[in-house]
């Protein structure tokens, strides 16, 4: 079981930047997979990146170039920098945790809202 707290969300304007943080309650080394979703309102959760072992990074088309999924194991968190935003890019985002084999389980967070508006 691990818990997830996301923060860093807020209201920006086009071209800004935002990085939000995933804080989680134990250790995210041993975790297999850390990532980042949105779902905007009347849409599907989708996601945003992911990050497989530390070693291999996974970035919606829409995003890439623009995000940057990383994390820190000493501070147990992910990060998801934000450049050049787009109002597209307005949602809730979410950050998951997958345990890997054999349960292959996900947690996830309460997640942040980010508004792009000019």
Known sequence: ????????????QPGESLRLSCAASKS????????WYRQAP??????????????????????????????DNAKNTVYLQMNNLKPEDTAVYYCNANSGSPLWLDYWG?????????
């Open 110 to 118: 309460q997640g942040t809202q980010v508004t792009v508006s000019s």
């Open 1 to 12: 079981q691990v818990q997830l707290v996301e923060s860093g969300g807020g209201l920006v």
């Open 28 to 35: 995210i080394g041993s975790i297999y997979r850390m990532g």
């Open 42 to 71: 009347g849409k599907q959760r989708e996601l945003v990146a992911h990050l497989i072992n530390e070693i291999i990074t996974n970035y919606a088309d829409s995003v890439k170039g623009r995000f940057t999924i990383s994390r």
